[in-house]
């Protein structure tokens, strides 16, 4: 079966077909095009600028996406319904039930957190000379029959499985007791995880979103030099609270840092260390209770290397029985692969919408009906 | 500590005549809490409530706070992501002080967030303004001054302020 994915929910305009069989899933075709650039003129986020330029490259891009195949490229369409910005989101759902009506292909509503999840059972591309996109319009991999694949290892998840989703708008654990059967187990109670590191990152003058310089300064830094706090790290419920922590590092350079240069490196280096801490100690306090086989990592701050080297090793001295490893890093950003992923493991099990009725859902919880 | 002294001058926390007054210094979040619920106690519906002041300085707590005094059931989070979330309150109970003189109105908690926003003209790209005003909303938003050019007369600024010892927090209202 083949999947044409639509991501439309920030500012990353994707594309993908993707080869489902059985349990296995691999990227056909990929195309994004990004608006990184355009933001950083605007110095933030223009909802309007967003929806209009993802409207500009939507026709071209599909045109690129589908050749001379056109309806015959695809069997199903995979579009994020939610949660995301409304009128970014507005733009893949209506391209999304045009296609349907206008070729009769079935379509299905995937949820973005959903989607990240996906991105774990995605084949992984050995030969890849993927980049993150940042300029206008980038091909990576695009069609190559030359490409070989690996399996990845847990691209055939055993069930149930954990989720740790943590991006810039999410932090959620997420229990998955088939493909398709979502259960939200814990959340932020405040700021996504991201979203602490991309202010902590502001805090320090590193730009915006300076969650990836957060990360790449704490490489040098002592993660131990600053007893910053682990909110909520004790507490019986799987819930996630970043704004304390976040509060705690403006404190620190309020109150002992007024002036003077405080030392950025041991900042971030403990600053990660705190926000680590937790999401590791989280994840491994969900899982000795629902016991999941696979433990996944999903979402942007997948990409954070320490999170990664941290929870693979947490799972395999405390948990021993479960398989853990994270995802590719470059399916841990936007990407459309993913969502044509997850809506592949949706339509085999005929979790369609209507055309007619779908609509975006700019809040939409994972597991919410 | 403030709250002492303000007890002695009769004025309670949050009191309508605090509210009134310019500065409140609030030194836990206990007293936050306070201060949150009777200043939810005036709120009739149409109100448009602007946060302004630095990172960390409780501006998502007040509007959680304020959602949990209007009777919001779901979790309120930071809407610095998807810029604004939409939450429905329950209607208060008849005995509830909150139901003095709001009727029914009040049904819906707006919570924008301009943090992310390159512009005032922006808020009105997703929607936002039809939601300021309207008389069954309250609207909270952070980070008010980025788009102080399209909030409506009449709206209720706060701006928060961090103390030098790091814990307490200067409201200033106006």
Same mark, same amino acid.
């Given at each position: 079966?083949?999947?044409?994915?639509?991501?439309?929910?920030?500012?990353?305009?994707?594309?993908?077909?993707?080869?489902?069989?059985?349990?296995?899933?691999?990227?056909?075709?990929?195309?994004?095009?990004?608006?990184?650039?355009?933001?950083?003129?605007?110095?933030?986020?223009?909802?309007?600028?967003?929806?209009?330029?993802?409207?500009?490259?939507?026709?071209?891009?599909?045109?690129?996406?589908?050749?001379?195949?056109?309806?015959?490229?695809?069997?199903?369409?995979?579009?994020?319904?939610?949660?995301?910005?409304?009128?970014?989101?507005?733009?893949?759902?209506?391209?999304?039930?045009?296609?349907?009506?206008?070729?009769?292909?079935?379509?299905?509503?995937?949820?973005?957190?959903?989607?990240?999840?996906?991105?774990?059972?995605?084949?992984?591309?050995?030969?890849?000379?993927?980049?993150?996109?940042?300029?206008?319009?980038?091909?990576?991999?695009?069609?190559?029959?030359?490409?070989?694949?690996?399996?990845?290892?847990?691209?055939?998840?055993?069930?149930?499985?954990?989720?740790?989703?943590?991006?810039?708008?999410?932090?959620?654990?997420? %229990?998955?007791?088939?493909?398709?059967?979502?259960?939200?187990?814990?959340? /932020?109670? !405040?700021? +996504? #995880?991201?979203? =602490?590191?991309?202010?902590?990152?502001?805090?320090?003058?590193?730009?915006?979103?300076?969650?990836?310089?957060?990360?790449?300064?704490?490489?040098?830094?002592?993660?131990?030099?600053?007893?910053?706090?682990?909110?909520?790290?004790?507490?019986?419920?799987?819930?996630?609270?970043?704004?304390?922590?976040?509060?705690?590092?403006?404190?620190?350079?309020?109150?002992?840092?007024?002036?003077?240069?405080?030392?950025?490196?041991?900042?971030?280096?403990?600053?990660?260390?705190?926000?680590?801490?937790?999401?590791?100690?989280?994840?491994?306090?969900?899982?000795?209770?629902?016991?999941?086989?696979?433990?996944?990592?999903?979402?942007?701050?997948?990409?954070?290397?320490?999170?990664?080297?941290?929870?693979?090793?947490?799972?395999?001295?405390? %948990?021993?029985?479960?398989?853990?490893?994270?995802?590719?890093?470059?399916? /841990?950003? !936007?990407? +459309? #692969?993913?969502? =044509?992923?997850?809506?592949?493991?949706?339509?085999?099990?005929?979790?369609?919408?209507?055309?007619?009725?779908?609509?975006?859902?700019?809040?939409?919880?994972?597991?919410?009906? | 500590?403030?709250?002492?002294?303000?007890?002695?001058?009769?004025?309670?926390?949050?009191?309508?005549?605090?509210?009134?007054?310019?500065?409140?210094?609030?030194?836990?979040?206990?007293?936050?809490?306070?201060?949150?619920?009777?200043?939810?106690?005036?709120?009739?519906?149409?109100?448009?409530?602007?946060?302004?002041?630095?990172?960390?300085?409780?501006?998502?707590?007040?509007?959680?706070?304020?959602?949990?005094?209007?009777?919001?059931?779901?979790?309120?989070?930071?809407?610095?992501?998807?810029?604004?979330?939409?939450?429905?309150?329950?209607?208060?109970?008849?005995?509830?002080?909150?139901?003095?003189?709001?009727?029914?109105?009040?049904?819906?908690?707006?919570?924008?967030?301009?943090?992310?926003?390159?512009?005032?003209?922006?808020?009105?790209?997703?929607?936002?303004?039809?939601?300021?005003?309207?008389?069954?909303?309250?609207?909270?938003?952070?980070?008010?001054?980025?788009?102080?050019?399209?909030?409506?007369?009449?709206?209720?600024?706060?701006?928060?302020?961090?103390?030098?010892?790091?814990?307490?927090?200067?409201?200033?209202?106006?």
């Amino acid at each position: 079966m083949r999947i044409l994915g639509i991501e439309t929910s920030c500012d990353e305009t994707a594309l993908a077909i993707v080869e489902g069989k059985g349990e296995r899933v691999r990227v056909a075709r990929e195309l994004v095009a990004s608006q990184v650039k355009i933001h950083k003129k605007y110095g933030g986020v223009v909802p309007e600028v967003a929806a209009r330029r993802h409207a500009e490259v939507m026709p071209w891009m599909l045109k690129k996406m589908l050749g001379r195949e056109r309806a015959r490229a695809f069997d199903v369409i995979a579009v994020t319904a939610g949660p995301g910005l409304i009128t970014s989101l507005r733009v893949g759902v209506d391209t999304a039930r045009s296609l349907a009506y206008a070729w009769g292909k079935p379509l299905v509503a995937v949820n973005h957190l959903a989607g990240h999840i996906a991105a774990n059972f995605i084949d992984e591309i050995t030969n890849t000379k993927y980049q993150i996109p940042n300029t206008k319009f980038q091909i990576p991999n695009s069609n190559r029959k030359s490409l070989s694949y690996k399996p990845f290892a847990i691209s055939r998840a055993r069930f149930p499985a954990l989720a740790l989703v943590v991006s810039g708008g999410h932090t959620e654990l997420v %229990l998955m007791r088939d493909h398709g059967v979502y259960e939200l187990l814990g959340a /932020t109670r !405040d700021d +996504a #995880a991201g979203e =602490a590191f991309d202010k902590v990152g502001k805090l320090l003058g590193l730009g915006y979103p300076g969650g990836p310089a957060v990360a790449k300064r704490a490489e040098k830094g002592d993660p131990h030099a600053i007893p910053f706090p682990r909110p909520m790290i004790h507490s019986k419920d799987f819930d996630f609270s970043f704004s304390g922590l976040k509060t705690a590092v403006a404190q620190y350079l309020d109150v002992q840092h007024p002036v003077g240069h405080p030392d950025i490196a041991d900042i971030c280096a403990s600053f990660q260390e705190a926000a680590v801490d937790v999401l590791v100690e989280k994840t491994i306090r969900a899982a000795r209770r629902v016991k999941p086989k696979t433990i996944l990592l999903a979402g942007g701050v997948a990409a954070n290397k320490e999170l990664r080297k941290r929870l693979g090793i947490e799972v395999a001295r405390q %948990l021993p029985t479960a398989n853990c490893r994270p995802p590719p890093m470059k399916f /841990t950003t !936007d990407n +459309a #692969a993913m969502i =044509a992923a997850a809506g592949y493991f949706m339509a085999r099990k005929k979790q369609f919408a209507d055309w007619r009725t779908l609509e975006p859902r700019a809040n939409w919880e994972i597991g919410a009906e | 500590m403030k709250r002492k002294k303000a007890k002695k001058r009769g004025i309670e926390i949050g009191s309508p005549r605090e509210i009134q007054s310019r500065e409140v210094r609030i030194a836990s979040l206990k007293q936050l809490r306070i201060f949150v619920k009777n200043f939810a106690k005036t709120l009739r519906g149409g109100e448009v409530i602007a946060l302004s002041g630095p990172l960390g300085a409780g501006k998502t707590t007040f509007a959680q706070l304020l959602g949990k005094a209007l009777g919001v059931g779901e979790r309120i989070t930071s809407p610095t992501f998807t810029l604004m979330h939409i939450h429905r309150t329950r209607k208060p109970l008849p005995s509830s002080p909150l139901a003095k003189g709001r009727g029914e109105r009040l049904s819906i908690l707006v919570h924008i967030d301009a943090y992310r926003l390159a512009n005032a003209r922006a808020l009105q790209n997703i929607g936002a303004l039809d939601y300021l005003g309207r008389p069954d909303t309250v609207a909270v938003v952070e980070w008010a001054e980025k788009v102080r050019r399209v909030l409506p007369r009449g709206t209720r600024w706060i701006n928060f302020k961090i103390k030098s010892d790091g814990k307490s927090r200067e409201l200033r209202i106006s």
